[in-house]
């Protein structure tokens, strides 16, 4: 059954060292994803530690790990119908040249780690990730005029 969810993203080095940032950031906001959360963040070691728990034995894990220290990065909290789904579909598979077109990976990128942008990629992984980069003050529930449109039946 159709929900709705917020789901964490990072804008990584690579979007802000091109000028993508707005791109991105259109991208989401076009779909109808309302931003109830946005900063800069300066990650660390440890909490890419935490967050890339999963890679940790990959021979890249050093590498990405410098690529996401590079300069900070814009950390989201999205929000929509299905939204940690749905943001995955917008953003591409991981290896961008593997990824459909249409897809922001696709589109403006072509190689990993180096491919734009971070996104949960399952409910319970959405909501550590934003507790992991966002405390509770920051997060923020507003009413758009657009909301009847997009998360409603548009009448
Ligand atoms: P995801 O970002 O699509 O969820 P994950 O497997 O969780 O993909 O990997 C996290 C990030 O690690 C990727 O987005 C990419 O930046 C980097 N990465 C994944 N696989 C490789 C690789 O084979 N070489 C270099 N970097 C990689
Ligand atoms: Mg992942």
């Known amino acids: 059954m159709a929900d709705i969810q917020r789901t964490l993203i990072l804008l990584k080095p690579d979007a802000l060292q091109r000028d993508l940032l707005g791109e991105v950031v259109h991208r989401f906001e076009r779909k109808g994803l309302k931003i109830v959360g946005m900063k800069l963040i300066r990650l660390t070691d440890d909490l890419l530690n935490e967050h890339y728990a999963h890679l940790a034995d990959r021979p890249f894990f050093g590498d990405l790990k410098q690529f996401m220290m590079q300069t900070p990065v814009v950390g989201m909290v999205l929000e929509g119908w299905d939204a940690i789904a ?9 290896n961008p040249r593997e990824a459909d077109a249409g897809t922001i990976r696709a589109d403006l990128s072509m190689n990993t780690p180096s491919n734009l942008v971070h996104a949960s990629d399952a409910p319970e992984n959405a909501s550590k990730e934003i507790d992991r980069f966002f405390n509770q003050d920051e997060l923020f529930t507003y009413e758009k005029i657009s909301d009847r449109y997009v998360f409603g039946q548009g009448v």
């Not at 749905?86 to 991981?94: A, H, L, N």
């Open 86 to 94: 749905e943001v995955r579909k917008i953003v591409g598979s991981t």
